[in-house]
C-alpha cells in the first residue's frame, strides 16, 4: 500500500503550545499536501509543500519535506482550540493527481 | 473561490435501495472529480476518478456496477449507492480538481442504511 504513516495517532495539547505532526510515505512525489479535517467535516487544504522545497510557511503553520528519509511535518505554532481537527498528509499518486492519504494524526487543542 | 458542494449531507435509507450523492463545484469548472469513503476514525480511500464526459475510473475492489459515477458536465459529479447494504454505511466525501495539483473537498455525505 501507498498509504502514509503519519504520527502521532493522536495529540493532545493545551492551547498555546506548539503541534507537531509527522507524516512518512513510500514513493516518490513531486509534492506533498497538509489537509485538515474537523469532526464529521470535508478536508480543508492548508499547505502544498513541491518536492524542491524543503520548507515553507503559512501563517501559524510550518511543513518541511525531507524526500531523502521520505517524510514530512507539520508544525503548528501557539495552537488555539479551534486547531481542534484531525490532520492528514497526502501525495500524489503517480501518473495524475490522485491522493494518497496518510493515516490521520487526530489533535485536541484544551483551552 | 474553489467552493465543492455535496447534497445531501446526510441521508437515512433501507437496505436495497439506492442512493444518489451529488457533488458541484460551484464557482469553477473541474475537470477531475474524485470520489472517497470514510469510515470513522480512518482515513479516506479513493473509491474512483471522474473525468468530464468519459468512464470513470475505479480503485482496486470497488465495485462499479455498485458505485455507479456520472460526470455530465464541469460542475457535476454524481454517485449513486446501488441496492445499499448496512456495511455501504460510511461518510463519502468528493474532491474537485481544476489543475493538476489542489484538490478542493465537499463536506460530505453521511449515509446510514438500516
Known amino acids: 500500500s501507498q498509504q502514509g504513516e503519519e504520527d502521532p495517532q493522536a495529540l493532545s495539547i493545551q492551547e498555546g503550545e506548539n503541534a507537531t505532526m509527522n507524516c512518512s510515505y513510500k514513493t516518490s512525489i513531486n509534492n506533498l499536501q497538509w489537509y485538515r479535517q474537523n469532526s464529521g467535516r470535508g478536508l480543508v487544504h492548508l499547505i502544498l509543500i513541491r518536492s524542491n522545497e524543503r520548507e515553507k510557511h503559512s501563517g501559524r503553520l510550518r511543513v518541511t519535506l525531507d524526500t531523502s528519509k521520505k517524510s514530512s511535518s507539520l508544525l503548528i505554532t501557539a495552537s488555539r482550540a479551534a486547531d481542534t481537527a484531525s490532520y492528514f498528509c497526502a501525495t500524489p499518486n503517480t501518473g495524475f493527481q490522485k491522493l494518497v492519504f496518510g493515516t490521520g494524526t487526530r489533535l485536541l487543542v484544551s483551552p | 473561490g474553489a467552493v465543492v458542494s455535496q447534497h445531501p449531507s446526510w441521508v437515512i435509507c433501507k437496505s436495497g435501495t439506492s442512493v444518489k450523492i451529488e457533488c458541484r463545484s460551484l464557482?469553477?469548472?473541474?475537470?477531475?472529480m474524485f470520489w472517497y469513503r470514510q469510515f470513522p476514525k480512518q482515513s479516506l480511500m479513493l473509491m474512483a476518478t471522474s473525468n468530464e464526459g468519459s468512464k470513470a475510473t475505479y480503485e482496486q475492489g470497488v465495485e462499479k456496477d455498485k458505485f455507479l459515477i456520472n460526470h455530465a458536465s464541469l460542475t457535476l459529479s454524481t454517485l449513486t449507492v446501488t441496492s445499499a447494504h448496512p456495511e455501504d454505511s460510511s461518510f463519502y466525501i468528493c474532491s474537485a480538481s481544476r489543475d493538476s495539483q489542489a484538490q478542493y473537498f465537499g463536506p460530505g455525505t453521511r449515509l446510514l442504511v438500516l
Open positions: 464557482d469553477f469548472q473541474a475537470t477531475t
